[in-house]
């Protein structure tokens, strides 16, 4: 239990983060917390949960786990011939035909209970439980690939990966030698590889595309972020397209990771089980914030050179360039991905259109980035000004992104992704405000040596 706040008002020491079962199934203020939360919620769908609500609601959901073990609840243990589904034991209660399994379970809770050995208990156990028949072969293949996904994490080594991609294109700008140049291209390859092999397990296991919730979201914003880096950087050799793109894929990585485990693999609600319309909506959607995630990284690089550093240079001013191409690929992707969107709510709600909280911040995304693009085509900003305009529009997009689901958690599409996360997006948000504000008082104290500005091409 994070929350110091709630952990006060239910008379827990706050500086503790773990509790014993027992201590918080005891705490009648805990239950009520709870149960007036999803009381409301219930009288009200647009009922906004404090942060306090939000949590004891979830710390009761795992205590109900917890309870379920505890209190003889029964598991689906013995595979049924011939099916893909398994019989239930519990230790009260279990399937015609199951006695064998449940008395090794109840074996197998007497040792544990006393401290012994269970390497003889748990053998029993699954004996008797292979004894009943095998279980599918396609349904052990989805748990062979699910084991091998949580023992492989094939995200966090990507992550090292892209760190380790990133260090050495740093040390290669610095000597400019061949070796280093290979051992980057090995670590972007690897980075890449353990990415796609990720999804690949994710969309085999769940049979659905990798977009259905915010973890998978965020990882297909790291892959669509990195890849137009690469591609970028392969046009456009003197460019910071690839590391822009290995940078927005560490963030997107690092982000993923903030989301509960409970919400990384969740069953969808019934009207978004179409892998058509996920395929064709929302992984354009979502590859949209990679694209704009991309702009808002590389509007840093020319900040941090340019404003902060003051080091303008004419490689530099390219920068803004790419800021703004890659911009307007992202406001295509965008674009095309809200119509799809509308399309999809017209098979599935019966109307194209009907101003819920997400469609009306869609809405407002897409206006705001075709502002910025107008305005930087008619010249109302430069280069300095689209910089900060990237960063402000993808402030934008998270809030479309993550707001709307969980500050607002109001509309249609408030089942969409999960939970979690809060205040590290919160205090994102604030590190990118000061981050602008920095950089305006810093380009007011001084301009530095002029140099020569490059336009983008119309």
């Known amino acids: 239990m994070e929350r110091k706040s709630l952990k006060e008002s239910l008379g827990l020491d706050p500086d503790q983060r773990f509790f014993e079962p027992e201590t918080l199934m005891s705490n009648g203020e805990l239950h009520r917390i709870a149960q007036e939360a999803q009381t409301k919620k219930q009288r009200n769908n647009r009922y906004h949960q404090t942060g306090d609500e939000k949590a004891a609601v979830e710390a009761e959901q795992r205590l109900s786990v917890v ?3 505890l209190f003889d609840g029964s598991l689906s243990l013995v595979p049924v011939e011939g099916t893909d589904t398994f019989a239930s034991v519990g230790l009260a209660q279990a399937s015609h035909g199951t006695d064998d399994v449940q008395q090794a379970l109840r074996a197998t809770r007497e040792v544990y209970v006393a401290g012994g050995d269970l390497n003889a208990s748990i053998a029993a156990l699954i004996g008797a439980i292979e004894s009943h028949g095998a279980i599918d072969q396609s349904v052990q293949s989805k748990l062979s690939m699910e084991v091998l996904y949580n023992q492989h994490n094939p995200w966090r080594k990507a992550a090292v990966a892209t760190v380790l991609a990133l260090l050495l294109l740093t040390l290669r700008w610095i000597v400019r030698s061949k070796i280093v140049t290979v051992l980057m291209a090995l670590a972007i390859l690897f980075a890449i590889g353990e990415q796609i092999f990720g999804l690949w397990l994710r969309v085999s296991i769940l049979e659905r595309a ?7 979201a965020l990882l297909w914003m790291g892959v669509v972020a990195v890849v137009m880096g690469i591609v970028g950087q392969l046009i456009q050799p003197k460019s910071w397209y690839l590391a822009a793109g290995l940078g927005a894929s560490v963030l997107a990585i690092l982000f993923s990771m903030l989301v509960p485990l409970a919400d990384q693999t969740n069953s969808l609600p019934a009207v978004l089980r179409s892998n058509y319309w996920l395929i064709i909506h929302v992984l354009t959607i979502v590859a949209s914030y990679g694209a704009l995630l991309l702009a808002a990284v590389l509007a840093h690089v020319y900040l941090v050179k340019d404003i902060l550093m003051r080091r303008p240079s004419e490689h530099s001013a390219r920068v803004i360039v790419q800021v703004y191409r890659v911009m307007q690929i992202g406001v295509v992707l965008l674009t095309a991905g809200t119509i799809l969107g509308g399309v999809w709510a017209a098979d599935s709600w019966g109307r194209f259109w ?7 911040w869609s809405l407002i995304s897409i206006t705001i980035y075709f502002a910025l693009l107008h305005a930087r085509y008619v010249k109302w900003i430069g280069e300095f000004g689209l910089a900060v305009a990237a960063i402000v529009g993808f402030l934008a997009i998270v809030w479309t992104f993550y707001g709307v689901n969980y500050v607002m958690a109001t509309g249609l599409h408030s089942y969409g992704f999960g939970s979690g996360g809060e205040k590290w997006v919160a205090l994102w948000a ?19 040596p002029p140099r020569a500005n490059i336009e983008p091409a119309h």
Do not use: Q
């Not at 977009?211 to 998978?216: A, L, Q, R, W």
């Not at 009907?354 to 009306?360: F, L, N, R």
């Open 354 to 360: 009907g101003w819920d909280p997400k469609e009306t």
């Open 210 to 216: 990798p977009v259905s919730n915010t973890y998978e």
């Open 67 to 69: 309870a379920f073990f």
């Open 430 to 448: 604030l590190l990118e405000v000061a981050f602008v504000v920095l950089c305006l008082a810093r380009r007011h104290a001084g301009t530095g």
